[in-house]
């Protein structure tokens, strides 16, 4: 039950702070949005005009640029996101503070713990070699381990965004009590984002302008969300809070 009230509890920051997650989230998914739109629109263009194997070195240039501006967006918005939770830090207009330090903090980390994840992941990796490729079960495994390893170290993050160092095996420790909850976390997230994405789709599809906006929303809403879970599973197993608090 502690992964249902970790969920929910994440889930109800983002719904009772909407006006603030509003704020926050706007601009940086927006310019996130802008930046692929830009790409979208510019690459045909591109193609037609200096021929397929020309269009390819810019094709990717673009698409390059367009991820990296994406991502900075996405660490703009978590972390004012995790500092708002943890910190009380309201967002005074519709342009949130951009704490370079803080940014590069986290995406330094989040790299790290990507890069953990797949060297502890590498015996799996050669299993399913010698099995002969990633199947579908094992595809599920795979996807579960790397999630599971995530949440697990997960607290990193909030702890960079709000200025304070953790070590990787500090969270690792720190979370062993929630190693359960952790399991039905990701159940939970899975099923979320699965329906949302069924939501974004059937949107995108019936109404494509107005689909289209309710797409980006939903991108950041999800964004907000797993932050949001990220920042509970810190409070909780790192700085003690109870869930109940509505601060953590």
């Given at each position: ?108 980390r989040l790299v790290q713990m990507i890069l953990m994840v ?58 062993r009590p929630g190693a359960g909850a952790i399991v039905i ?54 700085d003690g809070r109870p869930l109940g608090d509505a601060s953590?």
């Amino acid at each position: 039950m502690q992964g249902w009230k970790i969920f929910v509890h994440a889930l109800s920051m983002v719904v009772r702070n909407w006006r603030e997650a509003l704020r926050i989230a706007l601009l940086p998914t927006a310019l996130g949005a802008v930046a692929f739109v830009v790409v979208g629109v510019a690459l045909p263009q591109s193609h037609s005009a200096s021929g397929e194997v020309a269009a390819r070195g810019p094709m990717i240039l673009a698409g390059l640029i367009s991820v990296l501006i994406w991502v900075l967006a996405m660490a703009w918005m978590l972390v004012n996101w995790h500092r708002f939770i943890l910190l009380s830090e309201y967002p005074s207009g519709w342009l949130p503070p951009l704490r370079r330090d803080a940014i590069g903090a986290y995406l330094w980390r989040l790299v790290q713990m990507i890069l953990m994840v797949i060297v502890a992941l590498i015996p799996f990796v050669v299993l399913m070699v010698i099995l002969g490729g990633l199947t579908g079960v094992l595809q599920m495994i795979w996807v579960g381990l790397m999630a599971y390893g995530f949440y697990r170290i997960s607290p990193i993050l909030p702890a960079a965004a709000v200025g304070e160092t953790l070590g990787i095996r500090a969270a690792w420790d720190a979370t062993r009590p929630g190693a359960g909850a952790i399991v039905i976390i990701i159940i939970l997230s899975m099923v979320v984002t699965k329906l949302a994405s069924v939501i974004d789709v059937l949107l995108t599809g019936s109404i494509p302008v107005l689909g289209a906006i309710l797409s980006i929303m939903l991108t950041a809403a999800l964004g907000l969300l797993n932050a949001s879970i990220l920042t509970t599973i810190y409070g909780y197993y790192i700085d003690g809070r109870p869930l109940g608090d509505a601060s953590d």
